[in-house]
Each structure stands twice: as structure tokens, then as C-alpha cells.
């Protein structure tokens, strides 16, 4: 890793093991965009010259350099990613280059407006094969200055024949549909206006020219580091031109940045991959382990959670009845989940009030917290500090918390309103009383829900000030509980993001446990995120959410292609489904340093083929996990191959003891039977035998 400048061609060069990225100053002194792709040399970057395409006219932007952080004015009819107006009106911006900053592995790009008191700077940051960026705006004026969009970055692409668009879009329990589509002309925004990253889309985005699979093909991919509204416009001109831009906040929200005051942006980081989708998600599982995750070396736990089990009917006998089960199947952590707190019998009441419910649990928390430590399980609680019922004493006494409007009516979801932590004393609140549940009661865990969208929060800076208050309570609750571990949850999945992660330690994928749905689930939060952040629970045949029933070993052997979680009445289960349960959380302990530490591959396509499978390799030991879904009759099945592997090398197979070469694995995969047409799986562990 390294950065480079040549001074006599104004010209920086940041360099990674696979990749480069080099930008330039124009003759006027701006940053513009000259390479973000295969390695280059600094001599080699330097020989890019500006160049015009033929069909380029004045009625269009000239050249293939584009804005580092393109602005509003002169000859620039694309999107702005930085737009401001000042007290004047005027919204045009002239930068002129003030210096630059630079390290082994960081370049800050330092800017001022010709005329007005704006100063910015642009950050850069190599962090193994991914390039972080943001911005950094500056008001050294004596007048307030009205932002209107102030992304992170902008992304530019060499000319293709054609660009293809990944990303994922989805729903409530139906998150992380993978969707890859052709690149139109003009302008494809994917967006969130909910104040969450939301189960509708995820901050990221992959393009390739059309061409690109799972295990070959130029792929450039970008990730927003942000778990609030975000935007990301992508450009294609009809001269072949593709680049675009994202961060925080969507339109109709502005901030006012005040004389003296500084704004920062999310980071927003990007990696370049030479071979395909799945190069692409090793690379970027590989960052999140090494620069995202709080504690990326800890295995993580196997999770019993009574939800599923219980619903609103919590109480200390059932709850003790639970956690002897979990105990005794395996489970290393005991949750209890919504309906332990206030008057919390159901949705519409009690949320906000966190203290212990004493008709549910009549001497607190204390004794089911001692029995479940003196299982040998940790203790977790559900909670979700950002929401209040109407129906509470916390809304009763501070009705102006939540966000709202002057004569507007306070919109309800789920029978719940957003506290704003926006304001310090709202933030402050849910810290202490999470200090304290935490202190008192020796917790180990917590799942942290947010369970609706933003409303009523006008156009100001609550949509920014509220997300980084959240990570700011995160923040000093980890300090001041080191020990204690945090799962990221927002009705599930909607809060699947880089920024979350970096506060917790797993995600909830999704509220859907329906193992046939997890497969595509999985596939899609795979694209950018690895295993080990994501928890994935094996719960009741037939499913409580879809109906659908599965056999125990397909529901476990899809959760076992990430953190493996329990949940469902084990009360009901019977005494072979209990025996077998204990030995497949005993396989998955096993296998778990693989499977969360090691590099996955994608071995199919489940929008394509309904018999999927997901490897996992960590040195000398690989996992294959199968799983097919039900299909038509006479269907036709193709067996994967495998990935990853020495074609020179031998494995043998823990199960069977067969040993297969190498190149036959890469060539023509396992040998593999699946009886009738209904949901089926299989478990394969490998290990390359010493030549």
C-alpha cells in the first residue's frame, strides 16, 4: 500500500496489492479523476492523458476527467454531489487547491472557494484492497452557509461498450434480493428516505461491463460507511460514460453549516476486483474484518433467543424452562426478547419504559440472570432505545422527544413514535438507563432493535444528528462495558450496513427464519458482507412466519452458513429433534472458525438453480454447505464445483474418508445424490491431506 505525487504533474497515485487509483489537478486547480483500476506505476498513471471523445460536443461535458466531488457551476450538466448556496444565492462553487497532506497510506486533498469563506478537504485512506473517501467542508465565514447535498465521494469508470448495475432491494423478511440489471442512459438512483439504511435497499453498489461472474470479470463496487438516509446516483451518458455518487441524507433535506462550524461526511469506500463477484465479496468481507468489525477474532456465539417461542408471554418460569433446554442442546447465549420491560404485554404499550416488569418477574432480573451464567450460557436482553409508545409514562412526561412537526399530526407505526436523539438530552437518557440495565444486571448481550421508519422529521440535520447520536451511545456503552457484545437488529434486516457494523458485532439479517428464503437472503448479504456478521437462527417446522415446513437439517445447515442462532419452542420440540439438534450446534462448533474466519465462495446462483452451495476455506480445512430447495419434477440439477482449492492437493472427507484430487473438485465438484424433489442438504468438510 502506498501513495504517491508527482509534482510536475500535479498527479497522486494510491496503490494497493491488486489495484490503483490516481487523480490529478487540471490546470484551474482542481481534483479531477485520471485512473481507478488495474495497477499502475506513477510513470504509467502520469502517461494518461486528458482525452476527448469524438461524439463529445460544447453541448455536453468535454473530456474523460471527471470531478473528484463534482460540483455545481460552469460547464458541469451532471449530478452535483456537492451543492451549496450561500447568503448571496449563489450555489456555483471554484475551488482552488491550498496544499495536500500525505502518508504511507493517507492523502488529504485540501481546497478553498476563490471568493467565499468555504474551505474543503478530501480524504483518502488505502485500507488493504479498499480506497476509503470522504469529505470535510469547512465554514470560515462570518454568514451561515445552506448545504443542499454534501456526498462523500465520487466514482469514476474507464469506457465500456456497456455497464451492468448489482445491487439489492427487498422488503420486511425479504430483504437483500440480489438484482443485477443493465445500466440504462442516464440516471439510476438508489436511495433511502427512511432515516435507516432500510430493508428496501442497501448503501452499496457493484458495476461491471456486462460480462462479469461469480469467478471472473473487472467489478468496481463501492460501500456507503452510513446506517441513516442515504443516496447513490448512478451516471451513463450516451457517449459511454459511467460514474456516480453517493452519501448521506436524500433530497429535500439540507443542513446550514454555521460561521466556524465543521461537516464531515460518512466514508465511502471503494475496491476494484479483477476476477469477478466473488473476488469482489472476499475482498470486501476481508476490509470488514480487518478495519470494520470492533472484534473480528472472537467466534461468535450460538445464540438461543425465546422469541419465537414465547411471543408477548415472557415470565420467569417460562423463560427458565427455555434456557435449561438451550443449555442442554448447546447454546452459549440465553436472550430474552421484547416484553420483559414496563407494561409491555403487546405493541401498543410500555416501549420506552425500561424497567424490569416485577408481575413477570417478581424479584427482577436477577434470578433468571444467575441460573442462565450458572448453565455456563451468557445473558442477553432485546431492546430498542430509539422508539416510544404513545402509551407510556416515558411519552406521557416528555411528548416533545419524539420526532415531530408544529400542527402536524404524529404519525404512528407499529404503535410507535422515534425519539429524537437529535437533541442531547434524549441521547443522554438512553445511555444511563442502558448503563444501568447492563451494570445492574450483569448483561452480556444486547439485540438492538429499530423497528420503524422516520416521520415528521422535516428537512434539517435530525436525519444526520440522530444516526450519529446512536453511534455515539453505542460507543460509549462499549467503553464502558467492554465485555459486552451487541447484535445489530432493525426489524430485521434494516439496518444492514458498514456504519452499524462498526458499533456491533452481528447483524440480524432478516425477521424471515423460513430457511428456503434465508438461501436467497444470505446470497445477497453475502455480496458485501462476510458470515461471521451475520446471525441466522434455525426456529420451528412448519415455519411461524411462511407455513413452510423443512426438514431440521436443511434449517440447519442453511443457518450454518453464518452465526448460527436457535430459536423456536424447544419446549415442544420431541427428544429425537432435541438429541439431533445437540449434535448439529456440536458440528457447527466445529466448523464455526472456518465458516465465520475463512474465504467463502458462492457456488451458485438460488435465482438461478434451486440446489445451492456456500465453501468456506480457512488454511488446510474447507466446508462445503449444500442446499437444495424444492423444485419441479425432472428439473434439471447441475452439481457446483468447488472453489479455492489446490488442484494439486488431495482432500479427504471427514465423514466418509474418501479422498478426492484437487482437480477433480475444481473440475466436476462432489458426488451427490438428493432423494425426491423437496428440500434437502448436505454438509461436506474437507481437509487437503499433507503431500
Known amino acids: 500500500m502506498s501513495v504517491e505525487f508527482d509534482v510536475a504533474h500535479r498527479l497522486w497515485l494510491l496503490r494497493t496489492r491488486e489495484s490503483a487509483y490516481a487523480l490529478r489537478l487540471d490546470e484551474a486547480g482542481r481534483p479531477r479523476h485520471v485512473h481507478w483500476g488495474p495497477p499502475l506505476t506513477l510513470e504509467q498513471a502520469t502517461q494518461i492523458a486528458r482525452r476527448r471523445n469524438p461524439v463529445d460536443s460544447s453541448f455536453d461535458e468535454l473530456g474523460d476527467d471527471r470531478a473528484e466531488l463534482a460540483t455545481e457551476g460552469g460547464a458541469f450538466f451532471g449530478v452535483a454531489g456537492l451543492s451549496v448556496r450561500f447568503a448571496d444565492g449563489t450555489q456555483a462553487l471554484e475551488w482552488e487547491f491550498t496544499g495536500h497532506d500525505a502518508s504511507a497510506d493517507t492523502l488529504v486533498v485540501r481546497l478553498r472557494d476563490r471568493h467565499y469563506p468555504l474551505e474543503a478537504e478530501l480524504h483518502y485512506r488505502v485500507c488493504g484492497e479498499v480506497v476509503e473517501r470522504h469529505a470535510v467542508l469547512r465554514n470560515t465565514g462570518t454568514e451561515p452557509i445552506c448545504l443542499l447535498r454534501t456526498d462523500s465521494a465520487a466514482w469514476t469508470l474507464p469506457r465500456r461498450d456497456a455497464y451492468r448495475v448489482s445491487h439489492t432491494t427487498g422488503a420486511w423478511s425479504a430483504e437483500a434480493a440480489l438484482l443485477r440489471e443493465n445500466l440504462p442512459v442516464g440516471e439510476t438512483t438508489l436511495t433511502s428516505r427512511r432515516g435507516v439504511s432500510s430493508h428496501q435497499a442497501q448503501p452499496w453498489v457493484m458495476l461491471d461491463d456486462g460480462t462479469a461472474t461469480e469467478t471472473r470479470g473487472e467489478v468496481w463496487s463501492t460501500a456507503l460507511v452510513w446506517s441513516g438516509s442515504w443516496r447513490i446516483t448512478v451516471e451513463r451518458s450516451h457517449t459511454g460514460r459511467v460514474a456516480w455518487t453517493g452519501g448521506f441524507g436524500h433530497e429535500g433535506v439540507q443542513w446550514s453549516l454555521n460561521p466556524g462550524e465543521t461537516w464531515e461526511t460518512p466514508v465511502f469506500a471503494g475496491l476494484y476486483a479483477p476476477d469477478g463477484f466473488g473476488g469482489t465479496s472476499r475482498r470486501w468481507h476481508e476490509y470488514v474484518r480487518a478495519f470494520v468489525q470492533p472484534h473480528p477474532e472472537e467466534l461468535r456465539p450460538v445464540v438461543y433467543n425465546s422469541w419465537e417461542a414465547t411471543g408477548w408471554d415472557v415470565d420467569e418460569p417460562g423463560q427458565l424452562k427455555l434456557a435449561a433446554i438451550a443449555a442442554e442442546v448447546g447454546a452459549e447465549l440465553f436472550v430474552v426478547d421484547d416484553g420483559w420491560f414496563g407494561a409491555r404485554t403487546g405493541d401498543t404499550s410500555g416501549l420506552g419504559d425500561w424497567t424490569v416488569n416485577r408481575e413477570r418477574?417478581?424479584?427482577?432480573?436477577?434470578?433468571?440472570?444467575?441460573?442462565?451464567?450458572?448453565?455456563?450460557?451468557?445473558?442477553?436482553?432485546?431492546?430498542?432505545?430509539?422508539?416510544?409508545?404513545?402509551?407510556?409514562?416515558?411519552?406521557?412526561?416528555?411528548?416533545?422527544?419524539?420526532?415531530?412537526m408544529p400542527h402536524r399530526a404524529r404519525t404512528t407505526l407499529r404503535n410507535q413514535l422515534v425519539l429524537d436523539f437529535?437533541?442531547?438530552?434524549?441521547?443522554?437518557?438512553?445511555?444511563?438507563?442502558?448503563?444501568?440495565?447492563?451494570?445492574?444486571?450483569?448483561?452480556?448481550?444486547?439485540?438492538?432493535?429499530?423497528?420503524?421508519?422516520?416521520?415528521?422529521?422535516?428537512?434539517?440535520?435530525?436525519?444526520?444528528?440522530?444516526?450519529?447520536?446512536?453511534?455515539?451511545?453505542?460507543?460509549?456503552?462499549?467503553?464502558?462495558?467492554?465485555?459486552?457484545?451487541?447484535?445489530?437488529?432493525?426489524?430485521?434486516?434494516?439496518?444492514?450496513?458498514?456504519?452499524?457494523?462498526?458499533?456491533?458485532?452481528?447483524?440480524?439479517?432478516?425477521?424471515?427464519?423460513?430457511?428456503?428464503?434465508?438461501?436467497?437472503?444470505?446470497?445477497?448479504?453475502?455480496?458485501?458482507?462476510?458470515?461471521?456478521?451475520?446471525?441466522?437462527?434455525?426456529?420451528?417446522?412448519?415455519?411461524?412466519?411462511?407455513?413452510?415446513?423443512?426438514?431440521?437439517?436443511?434449517?440447519?445447515?442453511?443457518?450454518?452458513?453464518?452465526?448460527?442462532?436457535?430459536?423456536?419452542?424447544?419446549?415442544?420440540?420431541?427428544?429425537?429433534?432435541?438429541?439431533?439438534?445437540?449434535e448439529l450446534v456440536a458440528v457447527y462448533k466445529q466448523i464455526r472458525p472456518v465458516v465465520q474466519h475463512g474465504?467463502?465462495?458462492?457456488?451458485?446462483?438460488?435465482?438461478?438453480?434451486?440446489?445451492?452451495?456456500?465453501?468456506?476455506?480457512?488454511?488446510?480445512?474447507?466446508?462445503?454447505?449444500?442446499?437444495?430447495?424444492?423444485?419441479?419434477?425432472?428439473?434439471?440439477?447441475?452439481?457446483?464445483?468447488?472453489?479455492?482449492?489446490?488442484?494439486?492437493?488431495?482432500?479427504?472427507?471427514?465423514?466418509?474418508?474418501?479422498v478426492h484430487h484437487g482437480a477433480v473438485l475444481l473440475t466436476h465438484g462432489l458426488p451427490l445424490e438428493f432423494a425426491g424433489t423437496g428440500p434437502a442438504s448436505r454438509l461436506v468438510r474437507l481437509r487437503r491431506e499433507p503431500r
Not at 434449517?555 to 445437540?582: K, Q
Open 422 to 582: 437529535g437533541r442531547a438530552e434524549v441521547a443522554d437518557w438512553a445511555h444511563k438507563w442502558l448503563h444501568r440495565l447492563v451494570a445492574e444486571h450483569g448483561i452480556d448481550y444486547l439485540k438492538w432493535d429499530m423497528n420503524r421508519a422516520f416521520t415528521e422529521a422535516g428537512p434539517g440535520r435530525v436525519w444526520v444528528d440522530h444516526v450519529r447520536a446512536v453511534y455515539g451511545v453505542l460507543d460509549r456503552l462499549r467503553a464502558d462495558h467492554p465485555a459486552l457484545r451487541i447484535q445489530a437488529c432493525a426489524g430485521g434486516g434494516g439496518r444492514t450496513d458498514l456504519g452499524i457494523l462498526a458499533r456491533t458485532d452481528e447483524i440480524w439479517a432478516s425477521d424471515n427464519t423460513d430457511a428456503a428464503d434465508r438461501v436467497k437472503i444470505q446470497h445477497g448479504f453475502s455480496q458485501v458482507l462476510p458470515a461471521g456478521a451475520m446471525a441466522a437462527w434455525v426456529t420451528d417446522s412448519p415455519n411461524p412466519l411462511t407455513g413452510r415446513e423443512a426438514p431440521l437439517e436443511f434449517r440447519f445447515h442453511v443457518a450454518m452458513a453464518g452465526v448460527l442462532g436457535l430459536g423456536g419452542d424447544l419446549t415442544r420440540w420431541t427428544d429425537d429433534e432435541l438429541r439431533r439438534t445437540a
Open 361 to 404: 418477574f417478581p424479584d427482577g432480573l436477577g434470578p433468571l440472570v444467575a441460573e442462565v451464567h450458572r448453565l455456563g450460557m451468557g445473558f442477553g436482553l432485546w431492546v430498542e432505545p430509539e422508539m416510544v409508545n404513545p402509551d407510556s409514562d416515558l411519552y406521557r412526561a416528555h411528548p416533545d422527544w419524539v420526532l415531530h
Open 599 to 658: 474465504s467463502a465462495y458462492r457456488l451458485a446462483d438460488p435465482a438461478v438453480s434451486p440446489l445451492t452451495a456456500v465453501q468456506f476455506v480457512l488454511g488446510d480445512d474447507v466446508v462445503v454447505l449444500f442446499a437444495r430447495r424444492p423444485h419441479d419434477h425432472g428439473w434439471p440439477i447441475v452439481t457446483p464445483v468447488l472453489q479455492g482449492l489446490d488442484p494439486a492437493a488431495r482432500y479427504r472427507d471427514a465423514e466418509t474418508g474418501c
